[in-house]
């Protein structure tokens, strides 16, 4: 994990050119968050 918020950011930028520009994959309509407790992942 990147401790530096600046260079997290410029990844997640980084990532976003790749996924979008480059590869161009559809940006998605909505995303979900799913919670689950670790002590039920088994």
């Known amino acids: 994990m990147i ?3 600046e260079k ?3 990844m ?3 990532i976003e050119l790749l ?3 480059i590869l ?3 940006r998605p309509d909505k995303v979900i968050f799913l919670h689950l407790p670790y002590e039920l992942g088994d």
Do not use: S, T
Request: charged share 60%; proline share 7%.
């Open 8 to 10: 997290r950011l410029e």
């Open 24 to 26: 161009e994959l559809p």
């Open 12 to 14: 997640y930028k980084k």
């Open 3 to 5: 401790q530096d918020k």
């Open 19 to 21: 996924e979008y520009e």
